[in-house]
């Protein structure tokens, strides 16, 4: 009985400190792309993802049919972008998501 429940106190502890913390931050996503076929996608992918709020930086590497997006997403009033929006872009300009990374970065 007493394994059991400092098995149930340590995971309780390890979800309290595994939580995300909230805050201004700014998020990285490379993509991988898959149907990446011409020019016109590669434009049409980075004019959209600009238009898009809290969109700093979208660059398409069409050579190693990669996509990189630089998204802010501040601590109030958060309507910035994430990975499904990046998706629909994607599929409007005719292209798929292989894979994809993320990396916060949490500003001080």
Not at 18 to 25: F, H, L, V
Not at 43 to 68: H, P, R, T, W
Request: aromatic fraction near 10%; glycine fraction near 6%; hydrophobic fraction near 35%.
């Amino acid at each position: 009985m007493k394994t059991i429940f400092f098995i149930g106190a340590m995971l309780l502890t390890a979800l309290g400190f595994s939580q995300e913390t909230k805050g201004a931050r700014t998020v990285e996503y490379t993509v991988d792309l898959d149907r990446l076929k011409f020019e016109k996608q590669e434009l049409g992918i980075e004019k959209d993802l600009s238009k898009l709020e809290g969109v700093q930086k979208c660059d398409v590497d069409a050579l190693n049919y990669k996509l990189y997006v630089t998204v802010f997403e501040p601590e109030k009033d958060n309507k910035s972008i994430d990975i499904d929006d990046i998706k629909i872009v994607l599929a409007n300009n005719g292209v798929e998501i292989k894979t994809y990374t993320q990396k916060a970065n949490y500003n001080k």
